[in-house]
């Protein structure tokens, strides 16, 4: 009798997790993606922290990756510049891939001409 009870019990209690899984499941219609430039950012935490790293880590980022060596690669891989590759790793291109979608996305809050001429510079 016991047995039985367990059985029962177990299948009980799986049928609910099911039940409960396809309801969330058929909920998941409803959220809806939005556009990241319609998302606004005004609280005191992230907003100040978006602005330093537009002000700041990017400016910074652009300047150690020329200090480095990092953008001179990419006009040696153009043929632009004479000299062979210069940076101490092979894959120091990625930081600068992350460097301009960090700032591309930072234009889309904070527009900066200044910024975006020298993203523009910098992928053609």
Known sequence: MMRIFNKLKNAFSLSLILIGSISLWSQSHYLQQVNFTSVKITDQFWAP?????????IPISFAKSEETGRIKNFKVAAKLEPGAFCSTYPYDDSDVFKIIEGASYSLQLFPDPLLEAKLDTLIS
Do not use: L
């Not at 922290?49 to 880590?57: A, C, D, L, Q, S």
């Open 49 to 57: 922290r978006m602005k330093t790293n537009h002000e700041v880590t």
